[in-house]
């Protein structure tokens, strides 16, 4: 059964530094997904993607943050000069054309 | 503003008793429901989704949800649990007034089955 992944699948850095968290989704999905979920708390969405452009995104997503498909299969996250309040697990996910959401395994980013 | 609430945090249940987990909504229109499981260190995983029909929605492992309109809920239940059910459970709802179909998660209950 096809997945969605996600790597690295934990990354520490410290305050300042950039990351880029990578994803590739389920092959034949066309809508493309980021979450977060701070420690304990919920998972909140982030941006979504489509047609090589963005869609929709939250208020949490400054101007810190970027995403890019750079080539058929990669869906990147990148946070330009990291916070430490940017700490989280960070979900990629693609939706299906019956509108179901699958998430990947999660990056958990501690900045330092 | 659309919602999903979780009123418990956590659910205790012993082992071969049946469970429930709730999650009640507030959507301007038809919702679109979801449930999510996530164990340790692991992603979301999809249990189970209303979209519409019948409102008792069959899903993995065994559980099911009743979509209730009138009481605005979509409870999440299994007859018989296994401890291997411990895990972090999420009730979602699709933003409808997204265009981009994005969820809008609850706050999550941890379910502990006990053996």
């Known amino acids: 059964e096809p997945e969605v992944t996600q790597t690295p699948s934990h990354q520490v850095t410290q305050m300042g530094q950039e990351v880029i968290l990578r994803c590739v989704p389920i092959s034949n999905h066309l809508y493309f997904y980021w979450y977060r979920q701070i420690l304990g708390q919920k998972v909140e969405f982030l941006v979504s993607f489509y047609n090589n452009e963005i869609s929709e995104k939250s208020e949490i997503f400054d101007d810190q943050f970027s995403v890019e498909r750079p080539d058929g299969s990669n869906f990147t996250l990148k946070i330009r000069s990291t916070k430490l309040e940017d700490s989280a697990m960070y979900f990629c996910?693609?939706?299906?054309?019956?509108?179901?959401?699958?998430f990947g395994p999660g990056t958990r980013l501690l900045v330092l | 503003a659309q919602s999903v609430a979780q009123p418990e945090d956590q659910v205790n249940v012993a082992e071969g008793n049946p469970l429930t987990v709730k999650c009640t909504y507030s959507v301007s229109g038809n919702p679109y429901l979801f449930w999510y499981v996530q164990y340790p260190n692991r992603g979301l995983q999809f249990l189970l989704k209303?979209?519409?029909?019948?409102?008792l929605v069959k899903g993995s492992y065994g559980f099911e949800a009743e979509f209730n309109k009138s009481q605005t809920s979509f409870h999440l239940k299994k007859p018989s649990a296994l401890v291997s059910d411990s895990a972090l459970y999420f009730c979602?709802?699709?933003?409808?007034?997204?265009?981009?179909?994005?969820?809008?998660f609850g706050t999550g209950t941890r379910l502990k089955v006990l053996a």
């Open positions: 209303y979209i519409t029909g019948d409102n």
């Open positions: 996910a693609s939706r299906s054309s019956q509108g179901t959401q699958y």
């Open positions: 979602a709802v699709r933003d409808l007034t997204s265009g981009t179909y994005k969820y809008i």
